[in-house]
């Protein structure tokens, strides 16, 4: 297997590749989020949840978690505490703080609604966007830290400890 399928067949490949997607990515929330989930929310362009939706913290059971994203999504405290809690962010809570971009009674029905409304853009306009959008994260380290995630996931699974 090649370097490259490595890092796409794993796990953290999975969450770089849906962040970095040249497609418009919608993710759909009802109940509780936790985990892969969490990851999911903080890698798609968009969020839409239910009101009764919660979102708990990937950082504790997901090495893979992504800290720059989410404090470019959430803000730098918003992401810390979020982090370092062990509360999970109620709807309101996680669309207060950028991680979710639309609460509504049919979550479903609205991110249909996004997408249609996203499906007017000139595909020109939404390639550039993307680019641009990708251009910042990489700047700012995302890829990076996807990078020293899976590394740190890597020394998880033999027992070595990360000292940064």
Known sequence: MTVREQSFFSVTGVYQSICFANKVTILVVEGGCAGAGSLLALGCDFVVCGPQAEFHSPFASA????????????????????????????????????????????????????????????LDGLAMSKLMTGAVMDAQGVGQDFDLAGFYAQAQQFGQTWHG
């Open 63 to 122: 090495p893979e978690a992504n800290f720059v994203l989410a404090a470019l999504i959430m803000r730098l405290n918003r992401a810390k505490q979020w982090a370092l809690g062990d509360r999970p962010l109620s709807a309101a809570q996680a669309h207060a703080a950028g991680l979710v971009n639309d609460v509504a009674d049919d979550p479903l029905a609205a991110a249909r609604a996004m997408a249609r409304s996203i499906s007017r853009v000139p």
